[in-house]
Every structure is written in C-alpha cells, then in structure tokens.
C-alpha cells in the first residue's frame, strides 16, 4: 500500500489520515491503483489508523507556532517602519514651523528698523544736516547695520565640535542598540534569528561608521585649524 501511495500526491495520505471514512469507492474513483487495493484488503477501511498513521498534528502545531512568530515578527517590523514615518513627519513639521516662525521674526525685525530709519531721516530737515549726521560714526554703524539677529546668544560651541559630538552620540547608540538585537536574537526562533542578526549587524556598522567619522573630522579640524582655541 505503502509503494501505491507514492505514486500518489502527499495531500491524498494526509486526507485519508484525517478522515478515514473516505476510503471509498466513490472517493477512490480518481485513485485506481489504491481503490483496487482497498476492496482486496477491507480490512485496511475498518483500521485505517493502523495502516495509514496517526494525523500529523504535532508537526503542524509547530509549523503553525513558526509562522505566527514570523509573522509577528514581520507585523512588528512594519509598525516600528510606520512610527519612524510618524515621527519623521511631525519631525519635518516641526522643523517647517521653526523655519516660518524665525522668518516672521526677521520680517518683524527687519520692518523695525525700516520704520527707525525712516522716523530718523523724517527729523532731518535740511541736506546738509542729513550729510552731517551720515558723517559721524554712530550714523554709519546705524545705517548700514543688518536686521537684529534672530540668534542672539554665542555659540559656546564650535560647527566642528558639534557635529563631532553627534557623530559619536549616534555612533554609540548605534552600536548599543545593535548589540541588544544581537543578544536577543539567541532567544527567538530560528526563522527570525537571521533578519534580526542582519539588522543588528547594519546598526553595529553604522555605529563604528559614525565613531570612525568622527574621529576623522576631529583630526582634519585639528589639521586645517577649524577649531576654536579654548577660552582660559
């Protein structure tokens, strides 16, 4: 019986296994090799589970286990990708906002010291008091100054530098968050060990890729003298 079902697609022991009552001739009628067999050995209908085995559930309980955890696994890497847009969104309004805030304030600025400029030369009366005024230091350092800064505190620390933090700010988190991917990845199932080693591997290098960079910025700042002596 064993040689007749391989001749057979899988599916058909799996079917037969799980309902025996359909050993029958008008089942069987596609399968005539097995239906013949069948009425020679009756038997084989009144113990079927003797003859064709127990259903497989155990294997497909696990089958089943595997891919829910791939599943999840993939559900989960498609709502961290939804959340980086939401927070790549509100990140780019909220830079677009800054941008229009700090513009009105220019704006509002740059109006004001239209209208000081126009209130000073409505008090000038004559040209040559307009002459004399233009003349003198102050008038000079008054008329030809720019809008009032919008930043108006010093930075204490240099471009150089700040970006040089940075690097090694993202570098290091970088790397942290690749190492726990990788030590997490030993408590998983096999089927998601390797897309989460994959991921993990990608941040453990961006992370050395930003701390090598870092140091290669602070050595051709140093080299070009882009760094701001230390104040004492």
Excluded at 3 to 9: A, F, G, K, S
Excluded at 144 to 169: F, K, Y
Aim: charged content about 20%.
């Amino acid at each position: 019986m064993n040689e007749i079902l391989r001749d057979y697609p899988p599916s058909l022991t799996q079917v037969l296994r799980l309902d025996p009552t359909l050993l029958t001739p008008d089942y069987l009628a596609p399968y005539p090799a097995l239906a013949a067999y069948i009425a020679q050995h009756p038997e084989v209908s009144r113990h079927a589970t003797f003859y064709l085995g127990r259903p497989d559930f155990q294997d497909n309980s696990q089958e089943d286990a595997r891919s829910r955890a791939i599943r999840t696994f993939g559900d989960v890497m498609g709502n961290t990708l939804i959340l980086c847009g939401f927070i790549a969104f509100f990140v780019t309004v909220g830079w677009l906002g800054r941008l229009i805030v700090e513009h009105r304030r220019w704006l509002r600025a740059t109006k004001t010291q239209t209208d000081a400029h126009s209130k000073l030369l409505e008090r000038l009366t004559s040209n040559e008091d307009l002459l004399a005024y233009i003349q003198t230091p102050a008038a000079q350092h008054f008329l030809e100054a720019a809008p009032i800064p919008l930043d108006a505190t010093p930075r204490s620390i240099g471009a150089p530098i700040s970006r040089i933090l940075w690097s090694v700010q993202a570098g290091i988190v970088l790397a942290v968050v690749g190492m726990g991917l990788w030590l997490v990845r030993y408590r998983i199932f096999d089927e998601i060990s390797g897309p989460l080693m994959l991921v993990s591997t990608l941040a453990m290098a961006l992370g050395v890729g930003f701390a090598l960079s870092a140091v290669v910025a602070y050595m051709l700042s140093l080299r070009l003298g882009l760094l701001e002596p230390r104040k004492p």
